[in-house]
Every structure is written in structure tokens, then in C-alpha cells.
């Protein structure tokens, strides 16, 4: 929280909000790969008593004129920036736990242009090749934060990313939308770095799936990276490629993954 007054900022959360904040707005990929949002928010009630029916009109403007000054102050930092006037007020309320009386007004999204963050990526892995991964997405009801913080990571790290599923076009997470434009029988392994499930309930569909257990087994043969998240490391050991291996996954999926020979850990990540 901005405090003007003594020109700081308070912390009110450690927790990484990028991903639930993305699946309420318009332009999700913004949000979810900026290196920064900002959230403008204004109260009418605490404006009404000075400016009576023209309260709302002046919040508004106010909140304009914030907007430029932050979007000038970017472009001098040689940054880019992206404003959202498009999301669910709700959702953006509870997810930032604004206090009762603010309403968002503004997501302005802040970050390096994703040109320079492209170069900045390809130069560093210049002589090692361009990465490419695939990353498997339910056609319906994945994680959304697990979708868009992975892709965020891998974006930023210059990899080249995929997204595959069961259709081709838009498919829908928990909260919000994203769109597929490869079928998952269409993957050749060969053909990427790195093959990634995303997690949700939505990841069941795979469970069983031949295309989608073949490409792990591929995977693990080839020698390329193989990862799962959330629930998806199901699809890992149903594919018989667990055996022996330290793993780990949303608790509910303990059972399977230890059936299936897999060490089960616990810990976040493995």
C-alpha cells in the first residue's frame, strides 16, 4: 500500500498474487508477466462530502492523472507500461484485500518491454540455441496461476513456449481464460526441451489419455525435461515413468504417485 504522506510503501502480503489477479482481468498475459501492477483504487464516499454529485467524476480523473504520471515515469526509466480498465472489481477487491469503501479503478502493468526482455534473453543464451517447451493445459478448469507463472518464467527466461491441449483455441481455467494452438496428439518430443503438465482439476482428462501418457514416456527416453504440477504428476506415474524417482504433488495425488513406485517427498518442489 502506498502511504503519500510519508512517501512509502507497506507491505500487507509475502504471497504472489500475479496469477488470481490475471484471471480477473481483461488482458491476463499483461498482468500475469509484468514485473510489477499497480492497483489504483479511489472511494467516492470519501470524496462526496467536498465534491457531492460530482464525487465519482472527480475519483475518475484523479485516477487518470495517476495513471499518466506513473506510465511517464516508466517511459523514463525505460520501462513499459500497459493500463487494464477491464476486470472483475470483486475479484481485484478480495484478491488485494482492499479495505471496504475502495474500489479498483486501474491495473497498470509495469515491466521491461518484452522486445528488450526478449533480446536481453536470446543474448544470453546466444550460442546455446533457442529452448523450446511444451506446456499441456486441460481445456478446462486448469490452474490458472500455475499456467501463467510457468509461462511467465520460461518468457522471461527466452524460451520458446507452446500451449497444447485437447482443442485448439480458448480454453478456461478455474478463473479465467487462456487459448491452446496445438492439439496434444500433435507434439512431437523431438521437437522441444521441455514437456510441462499443468495442474487443476481439469488435468484429469490426461490421466489416461494415450497421446498424453506417450509423450512423458518419450520424454524420459529422449532425456528431455519432464515436469508436473499440482495434480498433473498423476499423468507422470500412470505413464510408468515414476519408478524409483523422488516426487511430489498436491497431497491428494500422494496414494497414486507412491503405488505407481514413485519416492514420494511432500515438499514443494522436486
Known sequence: VYRPAEHSLEQTSDQNIRGRLAAAASMQESVATAGCNIIVAGSVR????QFRTKARTYMLLEAGHIAQNIQLQAVCLDLGSVTIGG??????????RLPRGLEPLYIICVGHPI???????????EGTGAKRAALIVASQNFRDEEFFETKRALDAAGVQTVIASTRIGIIRGMLGIAEANILVGQLRVEDYNAIIFIGGPG???YAVNPAALNLAREAVRQRKILAAIDTAPTILANAGVLTGVRATSFLSERNRLIQAGAVYTGI???
Open 203 to 205: 488435468a484429469v482428462e
Open 87 to 96: 476486470f472483475n472489481t470483486k475479484d481485484v477487491s478480495r484478491i488485494c
Open 268 to 270: 514443494p518442489v522436486e
Open 46 to 49: 470519501k470524496l462526496t462530502s
Open 115 to 125: 522486445e528488450q526482455a526478449a533480446a536481453e534473453a536470446l543474448e544470453a543464451q
